[in-house]
């Protein structure tokens, strides 16, 4: 029957959830991970350094982000009604707990367990004479060279402490005049930060494996470092900054000049965060917080070992049995050589492909795709956007061989990809020298699309072939990363890419395409209008549905239409790995929408969308998250999925995603997320997978 429709009555004001708690949550689904013990003990070790480099991130960017606009005087209140002081506040309760249990963690549980195991992290006072000896003289060896103890005094004013480094705040005293002086000693990051204490001297040689923490090291030698003064009292700490760039773009200016001009100027941004461990002595946090000029709000008291990113460093060591079973990606059947080896080229004639990373292998798929026609003679032209790559990537060195070879390369390298932007500057040059065209996109875009077009020579006529994906072109990642991509002979496909990189390198203004939704132009207006057309469906008594996977939801139109179709009586499935402000399961606002969270052994990264459209479904996967940014200040591709194989690949991604008793969490609506189901699909995918690659 159809639904009966009833004036729209005004959206509550609360409707919406606070981002940076909602990302607070993220976060904490990861530290769940960590608390896990029925994990491989090694794979808690490794969740407990990604909560620490996540959070470290979300200070720099987020953190740091609101902290600017609250010293510009902007008094702009959040969608769900909170002011900059308030949600600082909120998120400096909130970091706090994490802090705490995060630490518990590690020393109460995971640092037991590896002790067990014989894996330990020891202090100085722990070692026996022979191990002090030995370390003793690699301190003299390999650390005390590389030190340089700076004085604080009316003759040596305050030193600039770097972002993220370890430092020592040393108290020591004149014994003549009995006076009282300060001194910060960096702890070296180009020194491992777990020094191996038996006589083995490396990582994971021996059954056990013994460190030392570097700044203990350092601290048992501080005699050596103020001779002929007295250490009176040494404390740990670690300053975060503000490490997000602000790029004044313009044509007329250099953006490769511009870009490392502020990423000189990131060094000395200014201090959000200071970390100290809980034995910090309240004088010399005096004096840190005044040198540093941050807010005593801004101190976060961390009990046992600061930066527990760096036990990374210990999920490396070689103990398979303490992690999780390794896996060989499996080639895509359809890309499956064979006895008689065939080209991605005639794979691609005969239908799509629809790739799904890591179980489907990205070797020999996208990377074969470009190298293929690196090396096809009749291959004419690749173009391709290139957002974040890996430090030996194969996708690169196949562009540079194609040039090499003559064919036409055009290559759009986001050099303002946060936190790689050396790295794509370093890629943009070998690219330039290589005989690449490389261009740099839209003033006041990031180009953070995925896509990749091939121009082929057929019988006298030019075919196109095309990859539009998910996930960054990085053979590293894509063995981490849940994502997944298209592979197409579509000549619509082709001839929208041919046009969006006529306007990402030329002048070209298109803003509308056959096969494809293109931010910062059509992606939100494209997708409310989806939306609305599936409320529509369910008033009139047909098929609606709407299922949609993405790592964050924060766009609030987008989040409105959700909103006014689930009380048109559409059922709204959503897949969201990190943020999501919306509130669902609210009477009269949500109750059809239903939200879960996957965290788990790979990154959910993948972002897809599907619509019943009264019983011709569509199928959408691309680049966008449903945020301001990717919607307004990004170039982003969202491609229609069209090839009816490709559509029954994607329907069993989010099948399985969201079956019943799937390991995920759920969102309720007052906000709190409950962690249910028991059986992990990516095992699951994985298994199958492997039946496929044996």
Sequence with gaps: MPRETTPSAPLPADRFLNRELSWLDFNARVLELAEDDAAPLLERVKFLAIFASNLDEFFMVRIAGLKRRQNTGLSVRSPDGLTIREQLARVTERTQDLVHRHASVFDKDVAPRLEAEGIAI???????????????????????PVLTPLAVDPAHPFPYISGLSLNLAVSVRDPESGAPRFARLKVPDNVPRFIPVGAGGSLGTDSEAVFLPLEDLISAHLSSLFPGLDVLDHHLFRVTRNADLEVEEDRDEDLLQALERELARRRFGPAVRLEVTDSMDPQILDVLVHELE????????????????????????????????????????????????????????????????????????????????????????????????????????????????GKQVVVLVEIKARFDEEANISWARSLERAGCHVVYGLVGLKTHCKTALVVRREND??????????????????????????????????????????TLTGYSRQTTYRSLMVAPHGIRAGLVEKIRREARHATEGKP????????????????????????????????????????????????????????????????????????SPEWWIGSADLMHRNLDRRVEVLLRVNDPVAQRDLQRVFDAALAPDVRCWQLAADAGWTRSGERDHQAELLAVRGEHAG
């Design 122 to 144: 020891v202090h100085w006072a722990d070692l026996d004479d022979a191990d002090a000896m030995r370390l003793r003289e690699y301190f003299r060896d390999q650390v005390f």
């Design 294 to 405: 941050i807010s005593p709000a801004d101190v976060v008291h961390v009990p046992g070992l600061l930066d527990l990113a760096a036990l990374m460093a210990l999920y490396d060591l070689d103990r398979p049995e303490l992690k999780d079973e390794p896996f060989v990606p499996a080639t895509h059947p359809r890309l499956s050589e064979g006895e008689t080896p065939k080209s991605v080229f005639a794979t691609l004639r005969e239908g799509d492909v629809l790739v799904h990373h890591p179980y489907d292998s990205f070797a020999t798929s996208v990377q074969r795709f470009i190298e293929q026609a690196a090396a096809d003679p009749n291959v004419l032209a690749i173009k391709q956007t290139l957002y974040r790559t890996s430090g030996d990537s194969p996708i690169v060195q196949a562009l540079i061989e194609a040039a090499s070879a």
């Design 544 to 615: 609606a549905g709407i299922r949609i996977k993405v790592n964050s939801l924060v766009d609030e139109v987008i989040i409105d239409a959700l909103y006014e179709a689930s009380n048109a009586g559409v059922r709204v499935e959503l897949l969201i790995r990190g943020i999501c402000t919306l509130r669902p399961g609210v009477p009269g606002l949500s109750e059809n929408v239903h939200v879960r969270s996957i965290v788990g052994r790979f990154l959910e990264h993948s972002r897809a969308m599907s619509f019943r459209n009264a019983g």
């Design 461 to 502: 006529v030019l075919r196109r072939y095309c990859h539009i994906g998910t996930g960054n072109y990085n053979p590293k990642t894509a063995r981490i990363y849940e994502d997944i991509g298209i592979l197409t002979a579509d000549p619509r496909v082709g001839a929208d890419l041919t046009d969006l990189f006529n």
